[in-house]
């Protein structure tokens, strides 16, 4: 008998009759069909922004049917979630930013099933200091017009009083302010105007059907602040549109987003009270 070579099994060879093991392989990976591009969609968005929309309709309902007038009711952005606990405050705070980011990472996670990741929505470090000056100049812009039109809605009595910021006076407050107000950009431009427009591209949609969804959906999701929300963020929503396609890059609308809501969000906490061309409630 001769024996196997060192560090060689010896080769088993079936005996007649016996059945054959094979060993299955990974089926390759399918792209998606637009019908299941479709239900994405409407998955993600019922887990974050579409469902907002549907919540704000329902809150504007609400308050048209309250016996006083839009411009007597508040909305509050930023509110207490502990009264009188401050540490529990700032935990619940921190909670609601952290999971208000998870729609994010769903879509991150969806792209990289596609192949591709968030780079692919211009979502990355990669250009930072363009990033930061085309910003800055969107928020410049858009933030000024917005007060403006908010300023003009509110004293009519189509909006109601914005409270952006129902904080207690404690030494976090600005600081989870700033990072309530990143949380919404990050969330909002990456969802409403990134995988939003790049899903119904896929899906066969036409460039100016993109613009309108996106801005319709932005709109409904700031209805419950009234009709100057509405219609202010779907201005808003349709200049992020062009930008983007301009650029291809949803990070200086993020940084636009984060800075406008920034300065609305603190300004407001240091400014309550002081001065007299701010509503408060």
């Given at each position: 008998?001769?024996?196997?070579?060192?560090?060689?099994?010896?080769?088993?060879?079936?005996?007649a009759?016996?059945?054959?093991?094979?060993v299955?392989t990974?089926?390759?990976?399918?792209?998606?069909?637009?019908?299941?591009?479709g239900?994405?969609?409407?998955?993600?968005l019922?887990?974050?922004l579409?469902?907002?929309?549907?919540?704000?309709l329902?809150?504007?309902?609400?308050?048209?049917?309250?016996?006083?007038?839009?411009?007597?009711?508040?909305?509050?952005l930023?509110?207490?979630?502990?009264?009188?606990?401050?540490?529990?405050d700032?935990?619940?705070?921190?909670?609601?930013?952290?999971?208000?980011?998870?729609?994010?990472?769903?879509?991150?996670?969806?792209?990289?099933?596609?192949?591709?990741?968030?780079?692919?929505?211009?979502?990355?470090?990669?250009?930072?200091?363009?990033?930061?000056?085309?910003?800055?100049?969107?928020?410049?812009?858009?933030?000024?017009?917005?007060?403006?039109?908010?300023?003009?809605?509110?004293?009519?009595?189509?909006?109601l009083?914005?409270?952006?910021?129902?904080?207690?006076?404690?030494w976090?407050?600005?600081?989870?302010?700033?990072?309530?107000?990143?949380?919404?950009?990050?969330?909002?431009?990456v969802?409403?105007?990134?995988?939003?427009?790049?899903?119904?591209?896929?899906?066969?949609?036409?460039?100016?059907?993109?613009?309108?969804?996106?801005?319709?959906?932005?709109?409904?999701?700031?209805?419950?602040?009234?009709?100057?929300?509405?219609?202010?963020?779907?201005?808003?929503?349709?200049?992020f549109?062009?930008a983007?396609?301009?650029?291809?890059?949803?990070m200086?609308?993020?940084?636009?987003?984060?800075?406008?809501?920034?300065?609305?969000f603190v300004?407001?906490?240091?400014?309550?009270?002081?001065?007299?061309?701010?509503?408060?409630?």
């Amino acid at each position: 008998m001769i024996a196997p070579a060192v560090g060689r099994r010896p080769e088993r060879r079936p005996s007649a009759g016996a059945p054959v093991t094979t060993v299955p392989t990974e089926p390759e990976t399918a792209q998606p069909t637009r019908r299941l591009l479709g239900v994405e969609l409407l998955i993600v968005l019922g887990l974050s922004l579409g469902a907002s929309g549907i919540g704000a309709l329902i809150s504007f309902a609400g308050s048209l049917t309250e016996p006083l007038k839009l411009g007597q009711q508040v909305a509050t952005l930023n509110g207490s979630r502990a009264p009188g606990r401050p540490w529990l405050d700032l935990v619940w705070q921190l909670y609601y930013i952290g999971r208000g980011l998870m729609p994010v990472v769903l879509v991150g996670y969806l792209l990289v099933r596609e192949g591709t990741a968030l780079r692919v929505l211009g979502f990355d470090l990669g250009q930072k200091m363009r990033d930061l000056g085309r910003g800055a100049a969107v928020a410049a812009v858009i933030g000024g017009s917005g007060l403006a039109l908010y300023l003009a809605s509110q004293a009519a009595g189509y909006n109601l009083t914005v409270a952006p910021s129902g904080l207690p006076d404690v030494w976090w407050r600005v600081p989870v302010l700033v990072l309530s107000a990143w949380q919404n950009a990050i969330l909002e431009e990456v969802v409403v105007l990134g995988y939003l427009l790049r899903r119904l591209g896929q899906l066969g949609w036409s460039w100016p059907a993109t613009v309108v969804a996106s801005s319709v959906l932005r709109g409904s999701y700031h209805l419950y602040q009234g009709v100057g929300g509405l219609v202010g963020n779907m201005v808003m929503g349709a200049v992020f549109c062009l930008a983007y396609r301009r650029w291809g890059r949803v990070m200086p609308l993020v940084v636009a987003h984060g800075l406008i809501d920034t300065v609305a969000f603190v300004g407001y906490a240091l400014l309550a009270g002081h001065v007299s061309w701010l509503p408060t409630p």
